[in-house]
């Protein structure tokens, strides 16, 4: 498709406009968001910043139990089945809410296994009440699905207000650690809060919503791999820091907590590109087989420069990048960050193939993939963590992330994917790409 084509498309505009949104809103709330951190993370200090985030990767082990994997797959079937969005709203936030009674079960029993101190606990049970309120992000899924990501980033951005003006006084008014747990949870209540209001303005009733039984089956038959594949990335997202903090305690928690921050900031990146352009994506297949599959080359060509224009940079720079941000108390986590960053090239793939599994209702060879990641991290973790520390970690996670990634070319029906993500790495290929698609 020539350039003057594809700009003077009404989809392609609809879709480009969409995503400016969410790259400008989600850019703002970098920005913002980075700064305050800053302030926190100095206010905190690294075993108090340690152990917050310890409490908060201890209840994200356990997160995917609360989406039940349905995430991905209520925008697939919105975008198919726009007239039974109140069926489908209804169903998976009813599921939702079910999911989070179960993902408490897990953490209480979680909590009992490891033996926290009681500080940790509560710190851990504020953090872990907050995925009440993520039932509600069905409205989110169904702004995507409408490629109507405007109405979330307005309420984003409410949030993004009060939650900063919120923290900043906590840091004023030197408050203790738990009120900055606490802070996630009014973080995800006044998040509510605004998408409700744009759903109601812009949408309809949100007690027109209905639970079906019938579709509530259907979902769940579809989803279930994707909750075991979405433990098993949590796993190896996680499960570092945890074992970070039993080995080696809260102050290099903080350190390496510090690192995948500023390597994860980015990974709004194909988040917001997929959410935009996906739902062309599946409907590039509708016209043909060979136009699908060159829109998925072009996206995958397209993830991986952006992860590689990003981790050379902070590679060189990552001492002065965390000694200007956070100080010198911070510097251990400056080789943490060199290492983590490249990580990024694989969850910019892996973010592409996942919607393309989920597409293709190949969600058990998802979990696969995930699964073997996992175990390798978790394994590795053990082994290199003992021996190089925080940085050892970093490593097990950037060899995980590329088996799990890479896992779907052992699988005939899936292979074809791994090519095009091997395409996308060479540069060579990727500029003749481009220049033929502009002849």
Not at 89 to 108: E, P, S, Y
Not at 133 to 152: E, H, L, P
Not at 289 to 302: A, G, I, K, M, S
Not at 409 to 420: C, D, E, M, N, V
Request: hydrophobic share 55%; with cysteine; aromatic share 14%.
């Amino acid at each position: 498709m020539l350039l003057s084509d594809l700009t003077n498309n009404p989809g392609f505009k609809k879709y480009f406009a969409n995503t400016g949104w969410l790259f400008v809103g989600r850019i703002i709330q970098i920005i913002v968001g980075l700064l305050v951190g800053v302030y926190i993370v100095r206010y905190l200090g690294p075993s108090q910043y340690g152990l917050l985030n310890y409490a908060i990767a201890f209840v994200g082990l356990f997160s995917p139990i609360a989406s039940l994997g349905l995430d991905g797959i209520i925008v697939r079937e919105l975008v198919k089945t726009p007239q039974k969005m109140n069926e489908l709203l209804g169903t998976v936030f009813f599921l939702k809410l079910v999911g989070v009674i179960l993902m408490f079960g897990g953490v209480i029993a979680g909590m009992c296994f490891l033996g926290n101190d009681n500080f940790t606990n509560i710190l851990i049970i504020i953090i872990a009440s907050s995925y009440i309120f993520q039932a509600f992000n069905v409205v989110d899924f169904n702004f995507q699905a409408t490629v109507k990501s405007r109405y979330v980033i307005k309420a984003q951005m409410m949030q993004l207000v009060i939650s900063s003006f919120f923290k900043l006084f906590l840091i004023w008014s030197q408050a203790s650690l738990l009120w900055f747990a606490a802070a996630s949870l009014i973080d995800v209540i006044t998040l509510t809060i605004g998408l409700l209001w744009q759903y109601k303005k812009n949408v309809g009733r949100v007690f027109a919503w209905r639970f079906r039984l019938k579709i509530a089956k259907s979902l769940l038959k579809d989803s279930w791999p994707l909750i075991l594949s979405g433990i098993a990335i949590t796993l190896y997202m996680k499960i570092d820091q945890i074992i970070i903090k039993v080995m080696l305690g809260n102050e290099e928690v903080g350190f390496y907590a510090v690192a995948v921050r500023l390597s994860e900031v980015w990974y709004f990146i194909p988040i917001a590109a997929i959410s935009s352009l996906f739902p062309a994506i599946i409907n590039a297949k509708k016209k043909s087989e060979e136009l699908y599959h060159l829109r998925l080359q072009q996206l995958y060509d397209l993830m991986v420069w952006i992860a590689v224009a990003i981790a050379l940079p902070v590679t060189f720079l990552s001492p002065f990048i965390i000694k200007t941000l956070y100080g010198d108390s911070y510097l251990p986590a400056a080789s943490v960050l060199s290492i983590y960053i490249w990580a990024g090239v694989f969850v910019f793939l892996g973010v592409v193939s996942s919607q393309w599994l989920i597409a293709e209702n190949f969600t058990k060879i998802s979990f696969l993939g995930t699964f073997v990641g996992a175990t390798i991290n978790l394994i590795l973790n053990f082994i290199l963590i003992p021996k190089y520390g925080i940085n050892g970690a970093a490593i097990a996670t950037l060899i995980s992330y590329f088996v799990a990634v890479f896992f779907i070319g052992l699988i005939p029906r899936s292979r074809k994917q791994a090519i095009f993500m091997l395409k996308s790495i060479n540069p060579l290929g990727v500029i003749v790409r481009i220049l033929k698609n502009y002849k």
